[in-house]
């Protein structure tokens, strides 16, 4: 099983055919599961904890369900696309968009702040599970980001808290940006 995360900043008109297509291939290679990023949602959860000051546990919550909403909007987008859905679950299997639902009422110990994101929640999905390969799909200009774990966390590309969640995942990681699921099909 691979797990590709998909990192909410993707969320634009001009890049949904290709990211949509370069999903579409890796589910027909083989087993994968979906994890979606908070994108905008999760900026507004953001805001607004700093606006009425509420704490990191609310906030916490709020950022999985803003997850869970993206995944709504992708599983829409991919049926548009390909004529077939792509169903969103808590369950971990092939073939579906995850979202971490049940985190929300007990974080499971994990990180209950912003230095958690949803990069290193899909590490930690792929630390429980046999997972082959995570791939991290981002809006950099690149087409595989050089370095590992520690190298994109300090350039700010991943969460502080994912090269510790990483090392726990006995798969190979790749963080791919738009020049490498742009041109992979």
Do not use: N
Not at 57 to 67: C, N, P, S, W, Y
């Amino acid at each position: 099983m691979e797990i590709v995360k998909f990192g909410g900043s993707l969320c634009r008109p001009e890049w949904q055919a290709p990211l949509l297509d370069w999903l579409e291939a890796r589910a027909r290679a083989g087993a994968v599961v979906v994890v979606c990023g908070g994108g905008a949602h999760a900026e507004l959860v953001r805001s607004e904890q700093q606006r009425l000051g509420f704490d990191d546990l609310t906030a916490h919550r709020q950022a999985l369900l803003a997850m869970e909403q993206l995944a709504w909007w992708l599983h829409g987008a991919w049926l548009a696309r390909h004529g077939r859905r792509c169903p969103v679950s808590t369950e971990v299997r092939a073939g579906v968009l995850w979202v971490p639902r049940s985190l929300v009422e007990d974080p499971a110990g994990l990180e209950v702040s912003w230095s958690l994101t949803s990069d290193s929640l899909a590490a930690w999905l792929a630390a429980q599970q046999p997972t082959g390969h995570l791939w991290l799909l981002k809006s950099l200009d690149c087409a595989v980001a050089p370095g590992g774990p520690i190298d994109w966390a300090r350039q700010g590309w991943v969460d502080p808290c994912f090269p510790d969640y990483a090392g726990r995942a006995a798969c190979g990681i790749t963080l791919l940006g738009r020049a490498g699921w742009s041109a992979t099909r």
